[in-house]
Nanobody
């Protein structure tokens, strides 16, 4: 059974940090790019960041609002991708999802190609 399980969300004050984890099982994790997405109440889901299956900075992407504040990484030995989020702002409040796409061509924060999705973890940033 394919599973993506997010964890690490919570309530944090503005300026604080959280580290989200995305634990994968049921598929060959090494062959998949992983993306992080988020959806705030009343808004459409949007991309946050992604990391390709291959090593290299060219296989990592951040949306503009995440650059300099968020860092994505993966540990293939643990089948886990992390999203370190620093300097959090109230506008970062959302349900954060991870997703997996079978790809060896980098990654994308467009949601359409992704094969598997997790259930999400809530991030709430208070002002």
């Amino acid at each position: 059974e394919v599973q993506l399980v997010e964890s690490g969300g919570g309530l944090v004050q503005a300026g604080g940090s959280l580290r989200l984890s995305c634990a994968a099982s049921g598929f060959n994790f090494d062959d998949y790019a992983i993306g992080w997405f988020r959806q705030a109440p009343g808004r459409e889901r949007e991309g946050v960041s992604c990391i390709g299956s291959e090593d290299g900075d060219e296989n990592i992407f951040y949306e503009d609002y995440a650059k300099g504040r968020f860092t994505i990484s993966r540990d293939n030995a643990k089948n886990t991708v992390y999203l370190q989020m620093n300097s959090l702002k109230p506008e970062d409040t959302a349900l954060y999802y991870c997703a997996a796409e079978r790809s060896n061509l980098g990654c994308t924060v467009i949601s359409t190609p992704y094969d598997y999705w997790g259930q999400g973890t809530q991030v709430t940033v208070s002002s």
